[in-house]
């Protein structure tokens, strides 16, 4: 947290500030786990993933227009220069949106509340999915699987198309949303698909300017909006190496850990190897996509 900054709101992993009539949306180095904020911090993360956040924002220019009005701190109004060392390459500062009060996820792999729903029902968000599918199993077409936000702490709530038509009062937007969400995945996941990533799910935020265009907001498409798998370990039908998380999530379920996921007690610091195992990651993640070298 920037103490001095107009501060609005903070999420697991990043915070955001009223700076002037826009925003301020920094991403940290804190990353979670099992439901938890680790102790732990991976260094750089929080420059990684806006970095990779632009680079997306980029590839997608042509499809839908974004939130950012710069993530260069030289940019940044005079206000923010105290803070330039802290905020160079983890900031961006973004137009104000009216934000949809819907996370627009798309799934291109089945896991997670979507299978789950699909072992009970057959369906994902009420839309009957083909028989046979399991744990990672690839769909052929994308799905849209919207959810109803949750208070802090909360698990979102996924709804149908038409209940979230019904409770956005707005049936023409969330087509829009349904078709924007689709495509901006397709596009993204054929792009890392060749790159040895598998986007198996992610999770959009769109707002409206004043005159009512529809621009992708918040960050986009990474490892903490998103499930990163290495395609070269993808095995349907068992849970999913996590491309970023694995060497986190492994430790800690470790006897080397003495932690009990099960218990109420939150998780122990991360050894230094495992810090460093995880930043190599985002930085493998980053230069794989983008074909930039992370400085
Ligand atoms: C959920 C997310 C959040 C991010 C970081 C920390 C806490 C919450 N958030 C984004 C806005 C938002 N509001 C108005 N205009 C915008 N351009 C944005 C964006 N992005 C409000 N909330």
Redesign the pocket.
Known sequence: MITGLNHL???KI???YAVGGD?L?VASDRISAYDYVLESEIPDKGRILTQLSMWWFGQLADLVPN?VLTADVDEFPAELAPYKDELRGRAML????A?VPVECVARGYLTGSGLAEYEKNGTANGVPLPAGLVDGSRLDRPIFTPAMKAEVGAHDENVTFEEMAERTGDPELAARLKDLTLAVYSRARDIAEGRGILLADTKF?F?RLPGGTLVL??EVLTPDSSRFWPADQWHPGRAQPSFDKQYVRDWLTSPASGWDPRSDTPPPALPEEVVQATRARYVEAYERLTGVKFV
């Open positions: 709101a903070s999420g990043r915070d955001l925003l949306l939130h973004c137009r104000r949106l934000m935020e707002g907001a918040d």
